[in-house]
């Protein structure tokens, strides 16, 4: 299995702009979580999935992110307008069931200036 | 929801030493997992351990669930393993809460 896939790995954007950020789980598996990563507050969950359906999502900074599950093998999260505190490294992550051993994708390093 | 600290936050270790992680845990886990984060920002699974011990290659890990705490062990240790060391657990609400992590740093 190719692991968890993300893409861009590297994106930089305007401040202002839209920035939608890609996710392909492992095959098989039914929850799916996006983490964000700062210096200042560490690896903290933003929302997370199971069977394609938000469960949780009191982790979602504020109304300018969002995230959606369209199917079992694709998630996006979006940040519209993005700004520069939005910087970070965005991880998406998947599971089988939720509480068993989770798989990280590469990351996806966010710059906004 | 649960709580996860660990210590120490740094580590410096000469090459050839051994080290111990600590992970605490404030709650009941369904699951408890380490992580290796590389100088390239990659999270490497280490061990799922939830509870009990399990070993790979230089590494072990020790989680024991009544007391809520687990240990990382590495031995031998190389410059490879320089990195950040994240504990990470969940209970019912099946989302990993991650600990703020052990940076370690093997000179040779």
């Known amino acids: 299995d190719a692991g968890v896939i993300q893409s861009p790995r590297h994106e930089v954007t305007e401040m202002g702009q839209e920035v939608t950020l890609r996710c392909k789980p492992i095959?098989?598996?039914?929850?799916l979580f996006w983490y964000r990563q700062t210096m200042m507050r560490g690896l903290e969950l933003l929302i997370y999935f199971n069977n394609n359906v938000p469960i949780d999502d009191s982790g979602m900074p504020e109304d300018r992110f969002s995230a959606k599950m369209p199917n079992a093998s694709f998630s996006t999260l979006k940040i519209q307008p993005s700004e520069p505190r939005d910087s970070a490294v965005y991880f998406c992550?998947?599971?089988?069931?939720?509480?068993?051993?989770?798989?990280f994708g590469q990351g996806t390093r966010l710059t906004v200036v | 929801g649960i709580q996860v600290e660990q210590s120490p936050p740094d580590l410096i270790l000469q090459e050839g030493a051994n080290s111990t992680l600590r992970c605490n845990f404030s709650d009941s886990v369904n699951n408890l997992q380490w992580f290796h984060q590389n100088p390239w920002g990659q999270l490497i699974n280490l061990f799922y351990?939830?509870?009990g011990t399990k070993q790979n290659g230089r590494l072990s890990a020790t989680t024991v669930a009544t007391e809520r705490y687990s240990l990382l062990y590495i031995s031998s240790s190389q410059t490879t393993d320089s990195g950040v060391y994240f504990c990470?657990?969940?209970?019912?609400?099946?989302?990993?809460?991650f600990g703020g992590g052990t940076r370690l740093m093997v000179k040779p």
């Open positions: 351990i939830p509870s």
């Open positions: 990470a657990a969940n209970n019912a609400g099946n989302m990993l809460t």
């Open positions: 992550a998947s599971s089988f069931q939720g509480a068993t051993e989770a798989f």
């Open positions: 095959s098989g598996h039914n929850s």
